[in-house]
């Protein structure tokens, strides 16, 4: 449709949560503007960007610092928003927070795991898991998800696809796994939002990484899926390079009037007229964007009149390890390599003090972004490296260990000091790793050390971290029935102000040991559900009514 001046639901954000969003309901006919900071990715984008592993010089970029960090490559892309755009400064020491500013936000990046919360995920919140399932279902069925069913209640199964055949680094994992004979560990075919049935043309090509965007629309996203079924939609709109400043209302009123924001294209604010705001813009962009909405009625900013806007935030601890396994050296790959991590590992760990917890990770196997081994080869002479890489090349392995959040009220987002480019207030974040923290990632450090050896592993290089690298941020517009204890109520609709909700990771009260991607886009869906038979409801009653003789 031509630009608007109003509409019925402004969204704001294009990601996990706002794309099912602006599906839904512009299907159902509302009229519905997406607003996205960014621009739309050329469709070619990841063609010419190939993967990395796939290219002569292994990846090595003039971003590549030597002697490189090998779980590093994961967060060195051209995507990644720096300071000066970003929710924040982006301070060296900090918490890193990662942030695409596109079409699809993080999702053009994501590498697709879609695993439901178990229902013993939910005992916090005020909504269980029995509310949230069909639209699990409903959302499994919509991005095509992969997997197998395994009947395990701390990973519940959903609709899936067939998922690719497991490779001989997966079945090395799938054995040592078997051998540790805890009843409480497994290693199962992984969930992703990848399509892998071979008879279509967005068919997964098997690049072994699915981190560094996927060159043919396996895996999926609101642009490639959803955006060209809405797209010629007259009710739909998708404004791009539109940067959300602030919300509107009257000052004291309990509705919002719409949204001010910047195009950036031409440096002029403008402002869109709506009935109902959806903010979508990630777990540290909405609060942002609640914060620099103050008014005089509310001078800490909308939504926060009980200070629970930009508290709790919440990542997952993690652990990282690699090695090559002695096993498959010499080996040749005769196997299809997939998409990297085709195994989800579940296990538990054990405190100091007797108490577990639970934990979950992945098994990652594919061709090198950075050959990392070679600095591990100086005392060669040039003729045995070679030999060396070669015979190492299929061998490595990368356990990536994930346990869950802590939702503690220190660990919080302020209105910061700086200002980035476009002359918008940015946050400041407040997070420190506590000693639980630091325990867990002990306890899953030598759970994945022991299992390596078990699967022939030769040196092991690892990693932890507990500063933004999760990518699942969560917590800081958390849901709660109580508004002193949170922003959202079980409607995703703020406490405070009667047309905004929010729809993103920070509703996620406490964020478990799983990605947190499915559970956003089943509350999406969920939401699209409710907005549409509101919508309804009040179509109804603006209906005249018949006069009864």
Not at 265 to 288: F, Q
Request: proline share 7%.
């Amino acid at each position: 449709m031509a630009e608007a001046l109003s509409c019925d639901v402004v969204i704001v954000g294009t990601g996990a949560g706002g794309g099912i969003l602006a599906y839904e309901l512009a299907k159902a006919g509302l009229r519905v503007v997406s607003l996205e900071q960014g621009a739309m990715l050329a469709a070619d984008h990841f063609k010419i960007h190939a993967p990395p592993g796939g290219t002569k010089d292994f990846g090595i970029g003039p971003d590549t610092t030597w002697p490189s960090d090998p779980h590093d490559s994961l967060f060195i892309h051209p995507l990644f928003a720096d300071g000066t755009v970003g929710s924040t400064s982006a301070p060296a020491g900090g918490f890193r927070h990662f942030q695409v500013l596109a079409v699809n936000g993080l999702q053009n990046l994501w590498n697709g795991v879609s695993v439901r919360f178990s229902p013993a995920d939910f005992r916090t919140w005020p909504l269980s898991y029995d509310d949230l399932a069909p639209h699990y279902g409903a959302i499994e069925r919509k991005i095509s998800v992969c997997g197998t069913v395994e009947n395990l209640p701390e990973l519940p199964d959903g609709d899936f696809i067939p998922p690719k055949p497991l490779r001989p680094a997966d079945h090395l994992i799938v054995d040592a796994v078997k051998s540790l004979n805890e009843p409480y560990s497994h290693a199962i075919p992984n969930r992703k939002a990848i399509n892998t049935r071979t008879d279509t043309a967005s068919s997964c090509m098997s690049t072994g990484v699915c981190t560094s965007g996927c060159p043919v629309g396996a895996v999926y996203k609101f642009s490639s899926r959803l955006l060209p079924e809405i797209a010629l939609l007259p009710n739909y709109e998708l404004r791009t390079n539109a940067k959300v400043v602030r919300l509107l209302r009257k000052p004291g009123a309990r509705q919002l009037s719409g949204v001010e924001y910047i195009d950036l294209c031409s440096g002029k604010r403008k402002i869109l007229d709506a009935r109902i705001v959806v903010l979508a813009a990630g777990a540290i962009e909405t609060p942002r964007i609640l914060f620099n909405s103050a008014d005089e009625a509310d001078p800490n900013g909308l939504a926060n009149r009980h200070g629970q806007v930009g508290i709790r935030l919440q990542d997952n601890p993690k652990i990282v390890l690699s090695t090559s396994l002695w096993k498959l050296w010499r080996k040749r790959r005769d196997y299809d390599i997939g998409y990297g991590d085709l195994l989800i590992l579940l296990s538990q760990g054990k405190l100091p003090d007797g108490t577990s917890f639970p934990f979950i990770g992945h098994a990652i196997h594919g061709l090198p972004d950075v050959p990392h081994y070679l600095s591990g080869l100086k005392a060669f002479p040039p003729f045995l490296k070679e030999r060396l890489a070669r015979m190492m090349f299929h061998s490595y392995v990368t356990l990536g260990l994930f346990c869950a959040g802590e939702p503690t009220p220190a660990n919080r987002l302020r209105p910061g000091n700086s200002v980035d480019r476009y002359g918008v207030r940015q946050v400041d974040v407040e997070f420190t790793v506590s000693g639980s923290a630091q325990a867990q990632m002990d306890a899953m450090a030598a759970w994945g050390q022991r299992l390596l050896r078990r699967a022939s592993s030769t040196l092991i290089y690892g990693t932890r971290d507990n500063s933004g690298t999760g990518i699942h941020y969560a917590g800081t517009t958390a849901i709660a029935d109580d508004p002193g204890k949170g922003v959202v109520d079980t409607d995703l609709k703020t406490h405070d102000i009667d047309n905004l909700f929010i729809c993103d990771g920070g509703v996620i009260p406490v964020l478990p040991d799983k990605h947190l991607t499915l559970t956003i886009m089943a509350l999406a869906n969920r939401l699209a559900n409710r907005l549409v038979e509101q919508a309804q409801q009040h179509e109804a009653l603006a209906e005249p009514q018949a006069v009864s003789s």
